[in-house]
């Protein structure tokens, strides 16, 4: 059975669309309706690409650039569970160009977002590198020493991932050191970089 077979055909819309592909408000650090509007914008033209969107509920909205900028405007898509996967990671990365890289939301686009989608997916969750990600999206300063304690004795946040950090109890036992090193490690390859040059090192993910 064929990924169109299976999919699933809905109703998408600026209120629902977050739920849809499994996130929540909270998880995009959602702050304003702008946000909102334009992360739905971003999903709807990964959608129109894809061709995955089958028609517009209503008549009077013809499926054209226009009617996608109309608030409130609802779609009716196919959507199977890879498909939908990836528009999670992808408006999830959207959201950290807005936030993290200050970016006006008009301005960021489809390209820009996979292209962090893709640098992301080379942090390896087995050693680290998910969650030292996780903790430089929450953090108001990243270096080695508050990502450790923000990480450290806390439930591991993938433990099906066999991260080499887990403790006997499950909880992260990731020490400022091997933050330091695994950070320095993640800058090389490009998916951080270090803001200062001296100690304490600040890191922000690559935009």
């Known amino acids: 059975m ?3 077979e299976t999919a699933a055909v809905m109703v998408i ?19 304003t309706p702008e946000m909102r509007d334009n992360l739905f914008r971003i999903a709807r033209e990964f959608l129109v690409e894809r061709g995955l969107i089958a028609s517009a509920p209503a008549e009077r909205f013809a499926l054209s650039e226009a009617s996608m900028r109309v608030p409130g405007t609802a779609f009716t898509i196919r959507l199977s569970a890879p498909t939908s996967e990836e528009l999670k990671a992808l408006v999830a990365a959207a959201a950290a160009i807005m936030l993290l890289g200050g970016a006006d939301p008009k301005t960021v686009t489809v390209t820009s977002a996979i292209a962090l989608m893709n640098r992301v997916k080379k942090a390896r969750t087995e050693y680290g590198e998910t969650s030292i990600l996780d903790a430089i999206r929450d953090l108001p300063r990243s270096t080695a020493k508050s990502v450790s304690k923000y990480l450290y004795g806390e439930p591991c946040r993938y433990p099906k991932s066999s991260c080499r950090y887990i403790a006997a109890n499950g909880t992260c036992s990731f020490k400022p050191k091997a933050v330091a090193a695994t950070m320095e490690s993640m800058a090389a390859r490009k998916i951080l970089f270090a803001k200062n040059a001296v100690e304490p090192i600040e890191y922000g993910i690559v935009i």
Request: glycine residues 4%.
């Open 2 to 4: 064929s990924a169109a």
């Open 13 to 31: 819309h600026s209120d629902n669309f977050l739920e849809i592909i499994g996130l929540s408000p909270a998880e995009v650090k959602l702050k």
